[in-house]
């Protein structure tokens, strides 16, 4: 019955426009009582998550149905009552060691709908949730009007009539009416691919070694095909996102978090950057800032021929002494040769100079993504507007003794004024594999950095062998107790059969 009572409730959230939903059904819910998916969590009451009873569900829920079928009086019990639920929220936090629990939720068009921003806030507040991140920018779109969209992506509600419905700025003033904070969690580097069909696109697109962009390499099953990864380089690129940024800072969310700041992550032997063509540092803009980088003509000329051929020669560093006399060894930023270099016969420079300009590559190549990520936070820093970096504990890793991770994301030097969200996303049965990720972030961050594990899972039972969330939560207290905020990806995770309802619902 309860199913039967939680089907009814979407459907009706979701079709309440369609002429086979009538009010009587309204009545129906409201006389059975409603509770929302996976419940089991409120009507445990466990402590510390602060999650509400069954009964307050029922009864808040039935104040909006009523209030959505034009009950004055309903609707102002309901805003007392979520004005008192969200004080309970934020007295229930102070009291235990998880201060900010937070959920990843993903809007659709139906959610436009009336009373679908509130159920849906409703719900995490029932489940314990202080705090909630709305994917503003992710899969090619952006949660912006279309009506008041200066970006290059589409809207994501385009149905007639909704033109002017400003679903991110209402989400963020309900949310704080319930005492949630609400954060917009942005796509950076991975644009989607509607924005590469663009005209001129191809060329703000990262490149590698091989001449390819990120859509020729998932033709090759290397790469995520939904997955399209610009050059940070690129002005465009950087203008699009700043303009994304600036439109959704002045709607003043509570945060912004900032996904893929990272290169795309191979499969197989494309996982592991090894030599510098693996590296995507050779889209016209990329390559054009590497090259500027040199400090002398002989510098120059080393740096492309390490581009073009993917290795010196010890013939590449005498042509290059007899082509440059004046240069009494080559230069780039990062790189000037000690005296004893000039003694060195070319053999014994060789590996050497090789070894520095593939750092000097490497470093190339996160500069500019650390230099993209300050093209978006700096627009929420103009505002006083917290930020934060979403990362892989992994992404930094080195593999062997040269070569890493194809990602890049050398999260270690992101700046630790900024929020650190590491995604905590390992399975092997149980817990340990999970607190390890968050111990190693722990064991890198600088002091005084606010680290905030991101853990996958679902209330009260193993998933993707994972356990409960439950259970990872509570490990990670016991081996890291100055952890005291947590978030979960993701929603959809929790309901899986509403989010579908949600996703796959048609506006009039």
Known sequence: MRVFRNFLLRSF????????????VLALLIAGGLVFPGSKVADAQVAPYCNFSAEEITQKQALLLESLRGDRSATRSYENLIRQHGDRMQRCRSQTWLKTQAIWLRLYPCDARAGGVEYLLDQLINRGYSQVYIEVFGGGQVLLPRNDNPTPWPSVVRAPGFENRDVLAEVIEKGRDRGMKVYAWMFSMNFGYAYAQRPGAQQNLAVNGRGQNTLMAESSGTVNPEEIFIDPYSPQAKSD????AQAVTRRRPDGVLFDYIRYPKGTGSASVASQVQDLWVYGPFSQQAL??????????????RFLQRGSITTQDITDVATLYPQDSSPQWQGFVPDPAYVTATPEQRRPFVQAQLWQFSLSHAFQGVLDFLNTGVSPAAQRGIPAGVVFFPEGNQVIGTSSYDSRLQFWDRFPAALEWHPMAYNTCGNASCIVRQVQRVLAMAPTGTDVMPVLAGTWGKPVSNRPSLEVQMQAIRQAAPQINSISHFAFSWQDPQGDRDRKFCQLP
Do not use: E, M, T, Y
């Open 291 to 304: 090259l500027q980088r040199a400090l002398n003509p002989s510098g120059l000329d080393l740096i492309r």
């Open 13 to 24: 959230l979701v079709h309440r426009s369609c002429k086979r939903w009538s009010w009587g």
């Open 241 to 244: 996102f700043s303009s994304l």
